[in-house]
Every structure is written in C-alpha cells, then in structure tokens.
C-alpha cells in the first residue's frame, strides 16, 4: 500500500495488549512506508512508544461514558487525521463504536467488525477463536497473511536495581479482585514458595500494590521470598522473565508478558476462563487447569516445574 496514514486500535488490557503484538508487528512491516499510530490508554502509551512499532501513540482511547469533552476530541483527532485504514485490533462494542464518529464521512477502510466496514472479520466463529489465532484471522481478511508471535526483545530494561540472586523464579499470585475464582489460594502459593526456596531457588512476589495481603500471607509461609509487589513496570516484568528460572502465575496480564518474553511459566487455570481462547503464547507454557483452583496442590504444581 503507498504512503498513507493508519490506525491501530488496541485499549487494553494487559493480556490482550502483549497478544496484540505479533499482530502490530505485521501492521507496521505491510505498511513499512506508512505513518502508524496506536489509539490505546495511558498504562501503554509508553511501552507502545518504546516498541518501535508505531510513528505516533494516541492514548486518549477510552473516554468515560460522560466526558463529552473526551468524545468531542476523539470525534475530531481520528476525522482529522487523513486515515487511510484502521485496524481495529479491540473488536469491542466500544471500538466498533469509533467506526460511526465518522458520520457523516467520509471514512476511511476499516478492518474490525464494525457494521458496515470494508474489511469486516467475517467469520461467525470468531468468538470461539483463540485471542492470537482470531488476529492473524482478521488481519488475513485485510490482506495481512504472516503475522509472527509477539516479539519482547526490544525491552532493555537491566534488573540491577532490585538486587536479587542468581537463581529467582517468578509468582504472580493475583487476579482481578471481581474474579476469585481465577486465583489460587495465597496458602498454596506459600506452600510453593516454600519448597522452592528449599532447592536453592528465591520466590520472587509479582503483582499491583493493592496485593498486599496475599504477598504478606506467602512470606508469612516463605520468609525469604522478595516481593516486589507494586514496584515493577511492564518493562521490569519482561526483564526479569529473560533471566529467571521459570514464572508460576494465575491467568492474569502478567504473565502473558511473562511468557512472551521467553519464560518458561506454569499458568494456573480455573473454569473461570478458557486457556483455549485467552491462554498465554511463549516458547515454554504449561497449562494446568483444575475447577475449584483450590484443588490443585503444589506438588502438582512442582511437578510440572523444569
């Protein structure tokens, strides 16, 4: 395609956002000569910027439902930016929804499933589609056939500064707080945490400052884990993956950076979501699933361990 401005539209969140990377990365090798911009939200803007994979990083992409000032900037950043194209890599009801800020036109092509866009995913089976397969579908539509798996190797990021030994292994033991189903209990993670430091091996605490309580409850059981809950950054995650030992996690956006980044990680699975559809891509991933999560136990757990 010639010169031309494009659009890509990926909000969130985490885990969806590190599978939207191969993708991304087909985007901007078809349109080499192209001015890319990502339409995403603040917590990617500067790891988007950092990738080297687009021109330009909007991150504005989700007003509230009453910022009409929000809108009305929407509304006139996408028609007054000359787009050629847009992929919408989202494929919500929200984003679909950017396709009619347009009206009255004109509109530029539009691949998504926006009712009435010029390259629609049109396959009724999208939804039953594993996250990575269902985007490289979609881009194939658009005329994008080879998208690679997500690519981390640009991140730098040294892990110096967190002082940790030789030999780490991550655990990434929270969750959105509305899903409980889909953590394992801190009591198992303590367990886990315990055994590896017993082989010479520190448990590394992974997850968001508001995860306290569970990182205090696994020290409790393994004082000498590090947790550095509520201090690492997406580039910090990815730097500490390509050097540790192997990653234990729910099904949580860490660790679907966790594992694109090379780690061999043990992902955690309830009947909370579908390791089919949503379940993290990398080089070395185990799944274990059980339902209630609860009555999976470490030894299970270590048993799958490298």
Same mark, same amino acid.
């Given at each position: 395609m ?16 590190v ?5 991304m ?15 995403t ?9 950092v ?8 991150d ?20 007054? !930016? ?18 009619r800020?347009f ?7 539009w ?42 190797s ?24 509305h ?6 209990? !801190? !009591?198992?993670?303590g ?7 017993g082989?010479?091996?520190?448990p ?6 508001d ?6 409850a ?15 950054n ?17 099904d ?16 955690l ?5 579908d390791?089919a ?8 991933v185990?799944?274990l699933?059980r ?16």
């Amino acid at each position: 395609m010639p010169s031309s401005r494009i659009l890509v539209i990926k909000l969130g969140a985490l885990g969806d956002f590190v599978q939207a990377l191969g993708p991304m990365a087909a985007i901007r090798r078809h349109h080499r000569d192209a001015h890319v911009t990502l339409l995403t939200t603040r917590p990617f803007h500067d790891f988007a910027q950092v990738s080297g994979l687009f021109d330009e990083v909007w991150d504005f992409g989700r007003p509230g439902d009453a910022e009409v000032a929000g809108w009305l900037m929407l509304r006139r950043r996408l028609r007054g !930016a000359g787009l050629a194209r847009v992929y919408d890599l989202q494929t919500s009801d929200r984003s679909s929804f950017y396709f009619r800020l347009f009206w009255p036109g004109p509109r530029p092509e539009w691949s998504g499933i926006a009712r009435g866009c010029s390259h629609p995913h049109a396959n009724p089976r999208r939804d039953l589609m594993h996250t990575v397969d269902r985007q490289a579908e979609q881009l194939a539509m658009a005329g994008i056939t080879d998208v690679p798996a997500a690519d981390l190797s640009w991140i730098k990021t040294g892990i110096g500064h967190f002082r940790l030994p030789a030999r780490f292994a991550l655990l990434a033991p929270g969750g959105a707080r509305h899903r409980p189903g889909k953590r394992w209990p !801190a !009591a198992h993670y303590g367990e886990l945490a315990r055994a590896l430091a017993g082989r010479g091996i520190t448990p590394v605490l992974l997850g968001a400052a508001d995860e306290a309580a569970i990182m205090a409850a696994i020290k409790g059981a393994c004082p000498g884990a590090v947790d550095l809950a509520g201090q690492t950054n997406l580039f910090d995650l990815a730097a500490l993956a390509r050097l540790a030992q192997f990653a234990v996690g729910n099904d949580t956006g860490p660790m679907h950076l966790i594992a694109g980044a090379g780690c061999r990680s043990v992902v955690l699975y309830s009947e909370d979501s579908d390791p089919a559809l949503c379940g993290q891509r990398g080089p070395t991933v185990t799944i274990l699933r059980r339902q209630p999560l609860a009555a999976l136990f470490a030894a299970e757990v270590l048993d799958a361990l490298p």
